[in-house]
């Protein structure tokens, strides 16, 4: 087992250790470019704006909680990562981070691919006209009738999970009369996470086919036989909020230590190899990522490298980035309602959403920062924690952070780096409604995915 650990210390997937909290910020009025959307500043009053609107008018208009989204940032980091990786690679846009038309439009309209992993995300995709050559398939339960659906519309690669699902889809393929675009997920025993990763033998976890014991080799074998099946490459996905490039060294060394074998044994070179997502976004002012051309470079050096060594022609290589791409682009504005000092220990910020518009920090214990949004102040910083409303003790927002000391019911207040993994996990918990998706950009603002009503969720309950 190999392990590389960062200087900045034992930072474990998004995990800090217990009643960890940083000094609070030289100036709390501050927004700090890392950290939030690439249009968002503070106007003369000291309110921050976003593609040139207030957050008090989006308040005002929308309501909130709101997910505000910078359509220009998200364009100009798609085109970043498009522009990064060129012709000689294809970037897929990991549709689970946030998916909505609006969202498909502009991937399509920069030239970025798509992934989707359930029949969801698949009529999303085909229904706001993303070709379906462009869109793979991913999941490691895919029902029959969702592999009937992507066949049938034409996607482009199939990302198969298991040696049942291999002869699912030629079977279905067949029927059909066609030959379905492959890809074998195999698992290379890399678990990435911040700054940390582990390289082992064996991965215990539900996806892809362990290189281990031969069975990746096996199940591109058995794929090579099957009519329904043109097996394209090799795709390998280690983890999520990466840092560090080196898992990805591994990775790519014994993935193409794959494709030699398959090569030595099949006399067939896979033309792709497709390497995952999982790329690091700037939570907090300690995260500091990668910019798209410097993983690209990284990436490809890395395939490059292997592929000489291994006397190959270089492959086609794919990426997966969600959350690099949508993360940064969105905030998440509440109103505070209350507001509850505990003496000696922090101050209670409770706002107008929650656990429900983001289960990150609950789930995984992720760290978050905050600022207050409606207006600048020079009070003292206060200690606080921002919750939701839900009937939850575990309902935190922002679990240690530093706001003014005379906030008060009535402020906006909000929240970076919300753009992946929060509206698309978003619940209906305490039967609060989800909040909206509003696009922002050159001082115009949509909503794009609209609120949720009390009629769609009585609508739901049919009694
Ligand atoms: C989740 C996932 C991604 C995207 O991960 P991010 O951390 O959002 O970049 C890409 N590929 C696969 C197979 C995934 O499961």
């Not at 099946?229 to 993935?255: C, N, P, W, Y």
């Not at 780096?417 to 039967?431: E, F, V």
Request: with cysteine; charged share 25%; proline share 5%.
């Amino acid at each position: 087992m190999s392990r590389s650990a960062h200087p900045a210390g034992p930072r474990h997937a998004d995990v800090l250790p217990e009643g960890h909290y940083t000094a609070p910020a030289e100036d709390l009025n501050a927004l700090d470019p890392k950290v939030w959307a690439h249009t968002v500043g503070r106007d003369a009053d000291g309110v921050v704006t976003v593609g040139g609107i207030a957050v008090t008018q989006l308040a005002e208009e929308y309501g909130t909680p709101a997910y505000i989204l910078d359509e220009a940032d998200f364009r100009d980091r798609a085109r970043a990562w498009r522009t990064a990786f060129g012709n000689d690679a294809d970037v897929f846009y990991a549709g689970k981070a946030f998916l909505s038309r609006a969202v498909v439009r502009w991937l399509h309209e920069e030239g970025l691919n798509l992934d989707v992993c359930s029949g969801g995300e698949l009529a999303t995709a085909l229904s706001a006209g993303m070709p379906a050559e462009r869109i793979a398939f991913h999941g490691n339960n895919k029902s029959p009738e969702e592999i009937e659906r992507a066949v049938r519309a034409g996607v482009g690669r199939i990302v198969l999970d298991s040696f049942q699902e291999i002869v699912r889809v030629a079977h279905i393929a067949q029927s059909l009369g066609t030959r379905q675009r492959v890809q074998i997920r195999i698992t290379v025993g890399v678990e990435a996470h911040t700054h940390e990763f582990i390289a082992t033998a064996h991965e215990d976890q539900k996806f892809g086919i362990p290189l281990a014991g031969g069975q990746a080799a096996e199940a591109v074998r058995r794929a090579l036989q099957l009519d329904g099946l043109e097996v394209i490459g090799i795709h390998s996905h280690i983890g999520s909020q990466i840092f560090d490039m080196s898992g990805f060294e591994v990775a790519a060394h014994r993935v193409v230590g794959l494709l030699k074998d398959i090569r030595d044994e099949h006399g067939v070179e896979l033309p792709e190899i497709d390497l995952g997502g999982g790329l690091g976004i700037a939570y907090t002012s300690d995260d500091d990522p990668r910019e798209p051309h410097e993983i690209a470079k990284a990436l490809t050096e890395i395939v490059t490298r292997e592929c000489e060594a291994a006397r190959l022609a270089t492959p086609r290589i794919s990426v997966e980035p969600g959350r690099a791409i949508v993360g940064p682009t969105a905030f998440t504005l509440y109103e505070v309602g209350t507001v509850k000092p505990l003496d000696g220990l922090r101050t209670y910020v409770s706002v107008d959403g929650g656990m429900s518009d983001n289960i990150r920090t609950a789930l995984y214990d992720a760290e978050y920062s905050v600022a207050l949004a409606s207006r600048t102040s020079d009070a003292e910083p206060m200690l606080v924690r921002v919750v939701g409303k839900h009937c939850e003790s575990g309902d935190i927002v922002v679990k240690d952070a530093f706001l003014p000391g005379d906030l008060a019911p009535g402020d906006l207040i909000a929240v970076p780096a919300t753009g992946a993994y929060c509206r698309s996990m978003a619940s209906n918990y305490n039967h609060v409604l989800r909040p909206p998706v509003v696009a922002v950009r050159d001082g115009a603002a949509r909503v794009i995915v609209r609120r949720e009503t009390e009629e769609d969720l009585l609508r739901l309950d049919v009694g």
